[in-house]
């Protein structure tokens, strides 16, 4: 090769992403250190934002009780989302495994197809499941005799947490579904030829391969349930906020956009934090898996 | 392998049935000829599906997110196929952290790129502008269309293209002839995809929308805080038998599989 070809092919990788990076700095780098500008800027009822560098954002957050507690319900309900999908999801995603190939992918169709589907569109189908204290799902609790008296789901953080983990569970069936497309069938054999009884070999053979499935789709939940945005709007109303929510709030009711900024900078940040954290740990304690 | 029990099978249909309830009983109340939200027990009528004729509103989103979805997914892909083509065929410094940077849409929570969108957008003067949308748009579908060019040009055969090198084909024509029509069903899908999520996008672009560059599910969501009632549902029946059209069709061009085997790995 000449040197000229050499040199064009050096060039070529560039050439052909530059677009897209331009694109990327231009309208998304920038948009963003705006955003973290923003929140350093000072706000009033009247004058609006004033671009000047302080702390009172931040300061307001750190002090006042509100955002604690904002905070903490909505790391909550993402807590309690990703456990009730890795519970549910993690064995549906075992059973869906072990049946005949078109009773799989049928069901897998089933399952994950709801991923795509638009998220207002479920959430309203479970507002209208709930539908106050007389709603199907509890009507129908109440004939198995599993409760006595309605609970309450709409405006409450239980129907928060169920709606949610029915929008994330595609998530983590996927999840778990790829790690057991890993898992080699004849260990579990071998496991039976030895004397291995269900429950031992759901145990101690199974359980600790698909983990690093489960943690990672749990990393997935965790991250789209704390920033999640229409179903806590719609289930829980305008008096139960989570981080999303208060952020819409302050920019487009109260229009304090500094006090929104901030208040979304943390979210991302203490995201980015959890994220990377966690998927290093997992890393570290399966780097078999991954190998 | 061993065969599933009774229990675990109890276990899936319920499961099964708790994951298609509630887009199930969208489907079904929006057939119900009652003036109040029920269950269609006494017959079955289409008197909310008519009315939506009267909402204007409602339709006019409806071709704002069509438009939208159908653009931005066409740009995006316009950026999308030269990056793919070059991070699938050469080893250049900075080729992760490009990479990286292509994907990062999907771990940025979608209300913090509202946020920097909006206020981005209203400080170029372009708050609640259609362009505005498209751009916001084509930043949020970008990994899906990327993703799916990806694999496409990674999988692809390149004896062909020397073929055509070698009988004098070069630069354009060999894009156009031989190299996008090898990759072109992952070019489609990634565009189906793609349109899904910005057809389907609510937390970034209730920031961003305007009355008048209001899309459907912003016009669904301001509609919902409002009011429920059967009006919403037989909308939301009509966007279930859009998206489940275009499920339908990436299924055959690619397989519905591949398509969710690839955004489950997105978050990772």
């Given amino acids: 090769m000449s040197a000229a070809a050499e040199e064009r092919n050096a060039r070529a990788p560039w050439a052909l992403t530059a677009p897209a990076l331009m694109l990327f700095v231009g309208v998304l780098l920038i948009?963003?250190?705006?955003?973290?500008?923003?929140?350093?800027?000072?706000?009033?009822?009247?004058?609006?934002?004033?671009p000047v560098f302080i702390l009172k954002n931040w300061k307001e957050i750190a002090t006042d009780p509100y955002y604690a507690e904002m905070f903490w319900r909505t790391f909550r309900i993402a807590i309690l989302t990703t456990l009730l999908t890795a519970v549910l999801g993690a064995p549906e995603a075992y059973i869906l495994n072990r049946m005949s190939g078109r009773w799989k992918s049928f069901f897998l169709l089933v399952i994950l197809g709801p991923l795509l589907i638009s998220v207002v569109a479920r959430t309203l189908g479970w507002a209208l499941l709930f539908g106050g204290n007389n709603g199907?799902?509890?009507k129908l609790l109440m004939s198995l005799g599993a409760i006595r008296s309605p609970i309450p789901f709409m405006f409450t953080e239980t129907g928060m947490v169920v709606a949610l983990a029915h929008v994330m569970m595609p998530f983590m069936v996927l999840s778990v579904w790829a790690a057991l497309q890993r898992l080699d069938p004849q260990i579990e054999n071998a496991a039976m030829s030895l004397g291995a009884g269900p429950i031992t070999i759901i145990r101690r053979i199974i359980m600790p391969q698909i983990m690093p499935g489960v943690l990672s789709g749990a990393i997935i939940v965790f991250s789209l349930s704390a920033?999640?945005?229409?179903?806590?709007?719609?289930?829980?109303?305008?008096?139960?906020?989570?981080?999303?929510?208060?952020?819409?709030?302050?920019?487009?009711?109260?229009?304090?956009?500094?006090?929104?900024?901030?208040?979304?900078?943390?979210?991302?940040?203490?995201?980015?934090?959890?994220?990377?954290g966690s998927n290093a740990l997992i890393e570290r304690r399966y780097a078999e898996v991954f190998r | 392998m061993r065969r599933n029990g009774p229990l675990a099978l109890i276990f899936h249909t319920v499961f099964v049935i708790v994951m298609v309830a509630p887009i199930v009983v969208v489907c079904l109340v929006a057939f119900t000829p009652e003036g109040f939200l029920s269950l269609p027990t006494n017959g079955v009528s289409l008197r909310w599906f008519r009315a939506i004729g009267n909402y204007p509103e409602f339709i006019h989103a409806f071709w704002v997110s069509l438009g939208?979805?159908?653009?931005?997914?066409?740009?995006?892909?316009?950026f999308a196929v030269p990056a793919a083509l070059a991070i699938a065929r050469y080893r250049f410094r900075g080729r992760d952290a490009l990479a990286a940077l292509f994907l990062s849409p999907l771990m940025i929570?979608?209300?913090?790129?509202?946020?920097?969108?909006?206020?981005?957008?209203t400080s170029a003067g372009l708050g609640g502008s259609f362009a505005a949308l498209i751009i916001a748009h084509v930043i949020i579908v970008f990994p899906f269309a990327l993703r799916l060019t990806l694999a496409a040009a990674t999988g692809m055969d390149r004896t062909v293209e020397m073929a055509a090198v070698s009988l004098g084909a070069g630069g354009w024509t060999l894009f156009r002839r031989v190299t996008l029509p090898l990759i072109l069903p992952g070019v489609i899908s990634g565009w189906a995809l793609a349109f899904i999520q910005s057809f389907d996008d609510l937390t970034m672009t209730v920031f961003l929308a305007a009355p008048g560059t209001e899309t459907l599910p912003v016009r669904m969501f301001l509609y919902i805080q409002d009011n429920i009632d059967p009006l919403v549902t037989s909308v939301s029946a009509c966007v279930i038998a859009v998206t489940m059209t275009a499920l339908i069709l990436l299924d055959r061009f690619y397989g519905l599989d591949r398509v969710l085997a690839g955004k489950g790995d997105a978050g990772r």
Avoid at chain 1, 31 to 50: A, C, N, R
Avoid at chain 1, 234 to 257: P, Q, S
Avoid at chain 2, 110 to 121: K, P, S
């Fill in chain 1, 227 to 276: 920033s999640a945005f229409a179903t806590p709007a719609i289930i829980g109303g305008r008096r139960l906020k989570v981080a999303a929510t208060l952020a819409y709030d302050e920019f487009l009711n109260t229009l304090n956009w500094p006090l929104g900024a901030a208040v979304a900078t943390l979210l991302l940040v203490a995201l980015v934090l959890i994220v990377v």
């Fill in chain 2, 68 to 78: 939208l979805g159908a653009l931005s997914s066409f740009v995006a892909l316009l």
């Fill in chain 1, 31 to 50: 948009p963003l250190t705006m955003t973290v500008m923003l929140s350093f800027h000072d706000w009033g009822q009247y004058k609006g934002i004033e």
């Fill in chain 1, 136 to 138: 199907l799902v509890n």
């Fill in chain 2, 109 to 121: 929570p979608h209300v913090v790129l509202g946020i920097a969108f909006l206020r981005f957008f």
